[in-house]
């Protein structure tokens, strides 16, 4: 079991840069994948990256490539999100999510995930 609480959304000005927090509980956390997803009202909750459970494979959604880096530290069973350069189209509630493995295509879709935080708000003004 992994329990998982996202922090350090808020509200920005377009190009500026956040970093998100993902604290998780449990024991079996270094041995799961650990991924990012969002999602903007009315839309679908959509991937946003993912990281292996050793840290070695990441896997971005193509709007955020180089913009957004994913990382953990499993020894404080921490993630994180550092998001640079922010659009308008950014905007969304983030979610953290662990699961087991699987392929990179599998691993882009929220079925994957088996534990989920509450979410964080982060809003980009333009």
């Known amino acids: 079991q992994v329990q998982l609480a996202e922090s350090g959304g808020g509200l920005v000005q377009a190009g500026n840069s956040l970093r998100l927090s993902c604290a998780a509980s449990g024991r079996t956390f270094s041995t799961n994948v650990m991924a990012w997803f969002r999602q903007a009202p009315g839309k679908e909750r959509e991937f946003v990256a993912m990281i292996s459970a050793g840290g070695s494979i990441k896997n971005y959604a193509d709007s955020v490539k180089g913009r957004f880096t994913i990382s953990r530290d499993n020894a404080k069973t921490m993630g994180y999100l550092q998001m640079n350069s922010l659009k308008p189209e950014d905007t969304a509630v983030y979610y953290c999510?662990?699961?087991?493995?699987?392929?990179?295509?599998?691993?882009?879709?929220?079925?994957?995930?088996?534990?989920w935080g509450q979410g964080t708000q982060v809003t980009v003004s333009s």
């Open positions: 999510s662990a699961g087991l493995g699987g392929s990179l295509r599998d691993l882009e879709r929220p079925g994957k995930y088996s534990y």
